[in-house]
């Protein structure tokens, strides 16, 4: 595993990270949200959300990266600098964007 500089791992729930991952400078893991349905209510009355975040084996996350709570980036994938991963993303994917998606699939014969 490789964790280089300005990376941010917030742990207020479950954070789970695999095996040979690499973390690019300054990625941010977040394993909380802020509710906020409540409009009569500010954000900070409103509580949390905690669900966790499950990065697998072999996930590169380039410099810049946020990972929100709740998401599970499946092995091998690839998540672009400076992009937001809100969603799962599947085994092998390359994703980018600011809300990240997936452009392409590494491998297009998946053996299950």
């Excluded at 966790?52 to 709740?70: K, N, R």
Aim: hydrophobic residues 40%; aromatic residues 8%; contains cysteine.
């Amino acid at each position: 595993m490789g964790i280089t500089q300005n990376c941010f791992i917030q742990a207020r729930w479950k954070v789970s990270i695999g095996s040979n991952v690499t973390f690019g400078p300054g990625v941010s893991v977040c394993s909380e949200s802020h509710n906020y349905s409540d409009l009569s209510k500010f954000i900070h009355e409103q509580g949390e959300t905690r669900k966790g975040v499950v990065i697998e084996d072999g996930v590169w996350m380039g410099s810049g990266a946020i990972i929100i709570d709740g998401v599970t980036i499946d092995h091998n994938s690839v998540i672009a600098a400076g992009n937001v991963a809100n969603k799962d993303f599947p085994q092998y994917s390359i994703a980018e964007g600011v809300q990240a998606k997936v452009l392409k699939m590494i491998v297009t014969n998946i053996i299950n």
